[in-house]
């Protein structure tokens, strides 16, 4: 008779332990989740990513491991680049020094045919360095004309002509109308100069009689990198 009495308290026993064992392992599991969640909030508040370990704090990307300015700096196209490469080109050609008389070699042909209305000066650096030919020739064809022959200001290019080492310069220059009524004169030598250079340079006229000139009609355009810029047509 006392064995189902003491099955019966062995059971409420064993139930008791059962329920005080589950309530001590579920604050157990309590304590143990309570930590991650302390921890993910505290990444959160300082600004940085458990992941990666790189902090998130400026608000730029990490995803590619490069920020908003690296990406900036790896830009193709960059204006800021592009205006101090042509100061830079500017500066480096006010830094050229100006051709000299002792730098050229002058030298003329006729343009054209008869009757010869039309000169092509030539200006050959035939120095071992670079020089920057600014302005146009100073040309006095006549003893009795001191005066330097007008220029054509439509010819002027828009920047200096720097000529390396063997480069060329050119300048047309009128020398009548070509009538039979000019006052003309023969030329068989004249004098140029240069921009910042007073020497004279005495150039030979082409052709075994010289040329025509009629003082009253000569002019000359500015110094050109090529022989006709299409500005030289006077």
């Known amino acids: ?44 508040v300082s600004g940085k990513t458990t992941n990666s370990g790189k902090t998130t704090n400026s608000g730029k990307s990490t995803d590619s491991g490069n920020t908003a300015d690296g990406d900036r700096g790896t830009t193709p ?20 020094p100006l051709c000299t008389s002792h730098d050229l070699s002058v030298t003329a042909a006729r343009q054209d045919g008869p009757p010869y209305t039309h ?5 050959r650096n035939t120095s071992r360095h670079t020089c920057r030919l600014t302005g146009f ?17 439509k ?8 000529l390396t080492a063997g480069a060329p310069a050119y300048a047309a220059v009128k020398l009548s109308d070509g009538g039979v009524d000019e006052d003309n004169e023969p030329v068989s ?9 007073d020497t004279v340079i005495t150039v030979t006229a082409p052709g075994a009689e010289g040329i025509a000139v009629d003082p009253a009609k000569a002019l000359t355009g500015y110094w050109t990198p090529e022989l006709r810029n299409g500005a030289d047509d006077f």
């Open 77 to 96: 196209y960059s204006p800021r680049a592009t205006v101090a490469s042509v100061t830079a080109g500017k500066q480096a050609t006010a830094a050229t």
């Open 119 to 123: 000169l092509v000066l030539t200006a």
């Open 189 to 197: 030598a004249f004098a140029v100069t240069l921009d910042g250079d």
């Open 155 to 162: 010819s002027k290019p828009a920047s200096p002509v720097v």
């Open 1 to 44: 008779m006392n064995t189902p009495l003491h099955r019966t308290a062995l059971l409420a026993a064993t139930g008791t332990a059962l329920v005080l064992s589950l309530s001590a392992c579920q604050s157990a599991g309590g304590v143990r989740s309570a930590a991650p969640t302390t921890a993910a909030t505290t990444a959160s």
């Open 137 to 153: 020739p100073h040309i006095q064809f006549l003893e009795s004309h001191k005066q330097d022959v007008p220029a054509v200001a």
